[in-house]
Each structure stands twice: as C-alpha cells, then as structure tokens.
C-alpha cells in the first residue's frame, strides 16, 4: 500500500525559510513523478512544484518560482520543498502527491495518491 508522509511544516515569519520533507513507502519511489500542492480551507487545490522521476526535469507555479525548490532522494524514497522567502500568501496545508507517470504535471487528476498534509503559516 502506497503511504506518503509529509513533515517539516510550521509557523515562520515572513521572509522566513522551511524545508518540507515527504516519505514514501509501499511503491517503486523512483518510478514516479512527484509533486506537492497546496491548500486553504474553502479554495482549491493549488499546484505548487513537481519533479520527473529522474530528476532532470522540474516544474513551478509562477508564484513560488525563484523562491521554492523541489528536490527528491531516491535512495532514500524522500521527496523535499526547499522554501525560502517566504510570504504570508504561501500560508497552506501542504501535501505531497505520487504521479501515475514518470513525469509531473500541474494538473492533480494526474497524481494518485496523496499524504495528509503538513500545515506552513507564515506571520507578517
């Protein structure tokens, strides 16, 4: 059974930097594209960043560009989100999610399977 678990989120203060992790189990993690998402009570999911399963290619929201960092380990079945600069606008639960392909797309009828989530919010 595909499991992800996703950790590091917090309170920080604005133009503060957190490093979201996300632990895979159950699935060949370097077969997949990865992504991670985002959501606030009420709005839609919001595509973030997502990575190809060899980690040639990468792929941002034109928000978080410049700022985020989407990375994975395959070796250690771990998927990560470097933010950095971070604004009151990037306040969310967090989740990381598993593509049905190699690749990512921005498109979350694309992933099937997600983790639960860990909440960043950032203080102005």
């Known amino acids: 059974q595909v499991r992800l678990v996703e950790s590091g989120g917090g309170l920080v203060q604005t133009g503060g930097s957190l490093r ?16 991670w998402f985002r959501q606030n009570p009420g709005k839609e999911r919001e595509f973030v960043a997502g990575i190809s399963n060899a980690i040639s290619n990468t792929n941002y929201a034109d928000s978080v560009k410049g700022r985020f960092t989407i990375s994975r380990d395959n070796a250690k079945n771990t998927l990560y989100l470097q933010m950095n600069s971070l604004k009151p606008e990037d306040t969310a639960l967090y989740f990381c999610a598993k593509s049905r392909w190699s690749w990512s797309t921005d498109t979350d009828s694309t992933f099937d399977y997600w983790g639960q989530g860990t909440q960043v919010t950032v203080s102005s």
């Open 20 to 35: 979201l992790s996300c632990a895979a189990s159950g699935v060949t993690f370097s077969d997949y594209g990865m992504g």
